[in-house]
C-alpha cells in the first residue's frame, strides 16, 4: 500500500480583517485550509468630516509616504481625495501600493520596493526615493498608532530630515487588539501546535498573543514571518519553528510547500 500523505497544516492568517480577506482566498484556492484569526484590529482616529478637515489639500507635498494599506485605506473609506499628480506616493510593500492602485493612483506615481528585492520595508524603498527630495521638500507620513500612542519606527522621517525634507505625520488609525468570544479563543488555542502554521506579517500583531493567549504552549508550533523582525518577535514568543520569507503570496505558497 501506498503510505498515506500526512494532512496539510491550517494556516493561521493573522493580518487585520480587511487586508486578510484576500489572502485567505488566495491561500484556498491553492488547496490551504485557512483560519482568519485577526490580531490587531483597525479603527480609525476620529469619523469622516475630521479626518478629512485633518489631512486637508495635498497641494504642497512632494511625497506621502503610507506606512501600511490601512493607513490608504481609512483614509479611501473617509472620503479624502486621492493624491494628485504631481503628488509621490510611497510604499513600503506591495500590499500597500496595491492599496495606492485601488485608490486611483497612478502606478506611475508609486514609489515601493521592487517584487525582487530581499526585503519589503523602508530601508529597500529609500534608495529609491532619495533622489526625489531637495532640501526644503516637504514630506507626510500617514500612519497608525498603538493604544499607547506608540507610532512604529520612525527610519525613513530621519533619512528624509537628514537630507533636508520637512517631514510631518498624520497618525489616521488606532492599531487595538482584538475582541475575541469563547468560540474564537478556542479556535486560537487549537491551532497552537504542530496542526497549523501561523502567517506573522506584523511584530505589534505578535505582541497581543500573549494577553490573548496566556500561557500558550508555543514549542511545537511553526511560523511563517514576512520580515526578520518579525521572526524575532515570534521566537521571543517562544515559536518553536520560525520561517522568514518574502511578504508576497509567491513567496509564501512556495514557504508553506517547503513545510507540508
Do not use: K
Amino acid at each position: 500500500m501506498s503510505p498515506v500523505a500526512a494532512p496539510r497544516p491550517t494556516v493561521v492568517v493573522t493580518r487585520p480583517a480587511a487586508q486578510a480577506a484576500p489572502w485567505v482566498a488566495a491561500l484556498r484556492q491553492a488547496g490551504w485550509a485557512v483560519l482568519p484569526l485577526p490580531l490587531i484590529d483597525i479603527a480609525p482616529v476620529a469619523d469622516a468630516a475630521t479626518l478629512r478637515a485633518m489631512m486637508g489639500p495635498w497641494h504642497g507635498w512632494a511625497a506621502v509616504m503610507a506606512v501600511s494599506p490601512a493607513a490608504v485605506e481609512v483614509l479611501r473609506a473617509a472620503g479624502v481625495p486621492a493624491p494628485p499628480d504631481g503628488v509621490r506616493c510611497w510604499a513600503p510593500g506591495e500590499g500597500t501600493a496595491q492599496a495606492w492602485r485601488a485608490w486611483g493612483v497612478d502606478p506611475g506615481r508609486i514609489d515601493h520596493p521592487p517584487r525582487d528585492s530581499a526585503q519589503m520595508d523602508s530601508e529597500a524603498l529609500w534608495p529609491l526615493v532619495r533622489q526625489q527630495l531637495a532640501p526644503g521638500a516637504r514630506v507626510l507620513i500617514v500612519r497608525g498608532a498603538s493604544p499607547d500612542g506608540r507610532t512604529g519606527r520612525d527610519w525613513l522621517a530621519q533619512r528624509c530630515r537628514e537630507v533636508g525634507a520637512q517631514v510631518e505625520e498624520r497618525v489616521v488609525y488606532r492599531r487595538v487588539p482584538p475582541t475575541w468570544d469563547a468560540d474564537r479563543a478556542q479556535q486560537a488555542r487549537l491551532a497552537v501546535g504542530p496542526g497549523a502554521v501561523w502567517l506573522f506579517s506584523s511584530s505589534e500583531a505578535i505582541a497581543n498573543l500573549p494577553q490573548l493567549l496566556p500561557q500558550a504552549p508555543w514549542g511545537h508550533t511553526q511560523a511563517i514571518a514576512t520580515h526578520p523582525r518579525i521572526a524575532d518577535a515570534a521566537r521571543a514568543l517562544g515559536v518553536g519553528r520560525v520561517h522568514t520569507c518574502r511578504p508576497g503570496l509567491p513567496d509564501v505558497l512556495q514557504a508553506l510547500e517547503s513545510l507540508a
